[in-house]
């Protein structure tokens, strides 16, 4: 290898890499499923009658080096001593700005708020081996080390949910309280058949044939395509133009073999469900499920869909603020307790 040169990292490819036409289905396959799945998960938090909303003023962005892992991007509303801080973790194929927008400002009136964007979507951790959600958990609580939080309360939207509840699995001595959004411990049959498009072995077999950014570049600049108003495109991909369809993909597989039920009734902190009663992907009976296994915990049911956060946030926002209040107040008489 000539002087200078960067040495390529070589990956093992699936057999049908050798099979021409082969790699022609699995392209041809894998254009579909991505651009699909973009759409779904993408333009479900930007409807056409929702204008993106900007960055509150007095927030900050920044990306936070882990030792050993990568980048991490955040979001971070204006620190004042003594307020709780809450983690926001965001869904399937958003960002965080993407999924908690229409909250920040009511959030950051009460609490120090910490917004994530996950591996391998938006600016978040790239990732070339296998997305798992243990490792979207350990990031945050790493994150949370980096930043000098010692506990903290993590609020989990859809794929979040599962997040935050490992995190609690994983690093339990660091969460105060949690709050889950449209979320379940177990997701049904159904979900799963919903999500099960984005799981497809081809999308996977692809992103280990072909580079990443071609994948990107294919998938994008179809997406942007589907949005008409200028400004909301420009927006929109401004988020999501880094993230890795093909990460999202293995992301989609991690949510449908999650099950914590075998051990979220040990969780000991409180909590609080902002229930989506009209949720076509994760049904309620689902929600339900989640709530019926915590031991502490309190449910605040909107009239919403599962894009709640972008498509209903009158219903949602109050809401949530509602959850995240009063995990506070039940930790606090907890460690009052404790005390006494």
């Not at 041809?28 to 204008?51: C, D, F, Q």
């Not at 591996?119 to 609580?141: T, Y």
């Not at 992907?281 to 989640?290: K, T, Y």
């Amino acid at each position: 290898m000539p002087a200078g040169q960067p040495r390529l990292r070589r990956y093992p490819l699936p057999r049908e890499a050798s099979d021409p036409l082969a790699v022609r289905a699995i392209v041809g396959e894998t254009r579909s499923l991505a651009r699909e799945s973009m759409t779904t998960v993408v333009l479900r938090h930007y409807p056409g009658s929702v204008k993106p909303m900007p960055l509150p003023s007095d927030w900050s962005n920044r990306s936070i080096s882990l030792p050993g892992r990568g980048e991490i991007f955040v979001r971070e509303s204006a620190a004042r001593h003594g307020d709780p801080t809450f983690i926001l973790l965001h869904g399937l194929g958003a960002t965080g700005l993407l999924n908690w927008q229409s909250a920040l400002e009511a959030l950051a009136t009460r609490f120090r708020v910490v917004v994530v964007d996950h591996r391998g979507h938006g600016r978040g951790i790239p990732i070339r081996e296998r997305f798992r959600l243990a490792d979207c958990a350990d990031d945050v609580a790493i994150l949370a080390e980096t930043l000098g939080i010692d506990r903290f309360f993590a609020a989990g939207y859809s794929m979040g949910g599962p997040i935050a509840q490992l995190l609690w699995h994983r690093h339990p001595e660091r969460i105060a309280g949690l709050v889950f959004c449209a979320t379940a411990c177990r997701f049904s049959s159904r979900e799963r058949r919903r999500l099960s498009f984005l799981a497809s072995p081809s999308l996977h077999a692809f992103g280990r044939i072909a580079p990443r950014d071609t994948i990107r570049r294919l998938v994008f600049d179809w997406l942007a395509d589907q949005i008409d108003d200028p400004e909301m495109r420009e927006r929109v991909m401004s988020e999501v133009e880094n993230s890795d369809p093909v990460a999202i993909g293995q992301a989609a597989a991690a949510i449908l073999r999650f099950d914590s039920r075998d051990w979220i009734g040990e969780i000991d902190v409180p909590a609080s469900v902002v229930r989506t009663e009209r949720d076509q992907l994760v049904r309620p009976e689902a929600q339900r499920g989640l709530v019926d296994r915590l031991r502490d915990v309190r449910v605040y049911p909107i009239q919403a869909d599962h894009a709640a956060c972008r498509t209903n946030p009158e219903s949602f926002v109050p809401a949530l603020v509602q959850a995240c209040a009063s995990v506070v107040l039940r930790a606090s008489e907890s460690e009052r307790g404790r005390d006494d």
